[in-house]
């Protein structure tokens, strides 16, 4: 493999996080993420980077790596460090060790055609990561951070974060439209799907029971756009596709607000969950298809 193809793997590896197969949809998403954070910018370039190398070293499949298959969970994995932990030199290898598992759970995955990898490596390890942050001081931030939000429902504020929220962004609006006009860049049509699962997910602000700062800063918008997302264009759907688009869709923001009144870190769980769920129904239904001929 080329430098060239290496690099271009790399960038791919970033975008498609949105699923977006497109080395300048990377580069926006790195520009966005650097609007809020040069660190966070910094550390998903080298969980990507470190992700990729792995499967190279390990010589996984070259079209995967080339797609950026096996770098989008070390691109979460990179950014959840500097989100949750303190910088230093303990950080810092545990995100290394924990990119590098990034490949091989998401290699362990590939084994199975059941459910779709997504980004549930990211989540498995960024919840491992945090279990350990707890038990070690080094690890832990010494201040708690804070995102600042308005009681009063801002449709601006929410529509950026539900878009910035997909990379642990939850403070610079500006991230969002780089986000939006990365996967733009690569498909219209995933743009605009990604903008009407972020607009139905505001119906959450007619729920009294859920705190209007929690919606303003994203928390109910970026598991919906990302579900979406993968159930229009990922998943193989032969029939009542928008249904079930909207079934997840539902099914996300459920998960997220149960996760939430949990206390849970969700991550992008409930989007994992709500794909998986429609993935499982689908496979269940051509399994019953086939039975009955």
């Known amino acids: 493999m080329s430098l060239y193809q290496m690099i271009k793997g790399i ?10 197969n497109n080395a300048l ?18 550390f998903a370039l080298l969980g990507t980077t470190i992700s ?3 499967a190279i070293a390990l010589k996984y499949s070259r079209e995967n790596i080339e797609n950026g298959l096996y770098g ?34 998401t290699r362990g995955f590939e084994k199975q055609k059941l459910l779709p990898t997504l980004t549930a490596p990211f989540v498995i390890l960024t919840w491992m990561m945090l279990l350990v942050s707890y038990a070690c001081p080094e690890l832990q931030q010494t201040g708690e951070n804070v995102v600042a939000g308005d009681r009063a429902f801002s449709i601006l ?23 939006l006009l990365a996967i733009s860049v690569n498909s219209r049509k995933m743009a605009l799907e990604a903008l009407l699962a972020c607009v139905l997910a505001l119906v959450v ?5 859920i705190d209007t700062q929690l919606i303003n800063n994203g928390m109910y ?32 923001i459920v998960f997220q607000y149960a996760g939430l009144r949990l206390g ?22 051509v399994d019953l298809n086939n039975a009955g001929k």
């Open 25 to 42: 949809s990377g580069v926006l998403m790195l520009v966005g993420i650097g609007c809020n954070s040069l660190s966070m910018c910094l």
């Open 72 to 105: 989008f969970n070390g691109t979460l994995v990179g950014i959840a460090v500097p989100c949750f932990m303190a910088i230093n030199v303990w950080s810092v290898v545990l995100m290394v060790i924990a990119s590098v598992a990034a490949t091989l759970v």
């Open 11 to 20: 960038f791919r590896g970033i975008g498609q996080v949105m699923f977006q």
């Open 157 to 179: 504020r929410a529509v950026s974060l539900n878009f910035g929220q997909i990379m642990l962004q939850g403070n610079s609006l500006l991230t969002g439209v780089f986000f």
């Open 52 to 54: 990729t190398l792995t």
């Open 221 to 252: 918008g970026y598991n919906a756009i990302l579900t979406v997302l993968a159930v229009a264009n990922v998943l193989n759907i032969s029939s009542w596709r928008n249904t079930k688009v909207l079934i997840a869709l539902g099914l996300s």
């Open 264 to 285: 849970i870190v969700t991550l992008t769980a409930p989007f994992v969950l709500s794909v998986w769920l429609i993935a499982l129904y689908n496979a269940l239904k």
């Open 205 to 209: 602000v007619c729920v009294p029971l």
